[in-house]
């Protein structure tokens, strides 16, 4: 869904950008994206954005927790602020270093967020960009941090009755939970960034 009230990410207009580290919860070794935004971006965009760096494909709902607060589309859940009237720049200005974006309120797919530090925007970049990040994102709907973990196992034993099931679930033949590829992430930005 396009977030009219997002300022658009052009480099031209991008004088500096945020780096936030989003971290998913409850894996070891960890999953991470290194992220660069322009600070005038909403929240409903920042949504678009990690979804996008993570690998997830956004049917489900969302929202995040900023000082205690929660954001996330008002007609979609209830006793939340409306994510598109809060910037990034407005979440710093309270003096926030970390919040948490939860993804998939069934699976319950936690992320926490760091402001890491505002720098200037590189001419000639496109914005939001990935720069960096470790291991592929879980399958969607495959039942959080434990079925992920169930699924790790199955998927490890080439005799489990199982695999084949569950790599025809996933719709992938070679699932690596080890791979990440920033190219293919930074294609999937430069997507949402037409649409933010």
């Given at each position: 869904?396009?977030?009219?009230?997002?300022?658009?990410?052009?480099?031209?207009?991008?004088?500096?950008v945020?780096?936030?580290?989003?971290?998913?919860?409850?894996?070891?070794?960890?999953?991470?994206?290194?992220?660069?935004?322009?600070?005038?971006?909403?929240?409903g965009?920042?949504?678009?954005?990690?979804?996008?760096?993570m690998?997830?494909?956004?049917?489900?709902?969302?929202?995040?927790?900023?000082?205690?607060?929660?954001?996330?589309?008002?007609?979609?859940?209830?006793?939340?602020?409306n994510?598109d009237?809060?910037?990034?720049?407005?979440?710093?200005?309270?003096?926030?270093?970390?919040?948490?974006y939860?993804?998939?309120?069934?699976?319950?797919?936690?992320?926490?967020?760091?402001?890491?530090k505002?720098?200037?925007?590189?001419s000639?970049?496109?914005?939001?960009?990935?720069?960096?990040?470790?291991?592929n994102?879980?399958?969607?709907?495959?039942?959080?941090?434990?079925?992920?973990?169930?699924?790790?196992?199955?998927?490890?034993?080439?005799?489990?009755?199982?695999?084949?099931?569950r790599?025809?679930?996933i719709?992938e033949?070679?699932?690596?939970?080890?791979?990440?590829?920033?190219?293919a992430v930074?294609?999937?930005?430069?997507?949402?960034?037409?649409?933010?």
């Amino acid at each position: 869904m396009a977030k009219a009230a997002t300022p658009t990410s052009n480099s031209a207009t991008v004088k500096s950008v945020v780096s936030l580290k989003v971290t998913l919860q409850g894996l070891k070794p960890p999953i991470w994206r290194r992220v660069l935004v322009s600070g005038s971006i909403t929240l409903g965009g920042l949504s678009e954005v990690i979804l996008a760096a993570m690998g997830w494909h956004g049917g489900h709902l969302h929202d995040f927790t900023v000082a205690g607060r929660d954001y996330g589309e008002p007609g979609m859940l209830e006793g939340v602020a409306n994510e598109d009237r809060l910037t990034l720049n407005g979440v710093i200005k309270q003096g926030v270093k970390r919040f948490t974006y939860t993804y998939d309120m069934g699976d319950n797919w936690e992320h926490i967020i760091v402001v890491e530090k505002t720098q200037s925007a590189d001419s000639g970049q496109s914005y939001p960009r990935c720069i960096d990040g470790q291991r592929n994102c879980p399958p969607e709907d495959c039942g959080g941090v434990w079925g992920y973990a169930e699924l790790l196992d199955i998927l490890a034993d080439p005799a489990h009755p199982e695999r084949d099931e569950r790599l025809e679930w996933i719709d992938e033949d070679d699932f690596d939970p080890e791979a990440f590829d920033i190219e293919a992430v930074n294609k999937h930005l430069a997507a949402v960034a037409k649409r933010i």
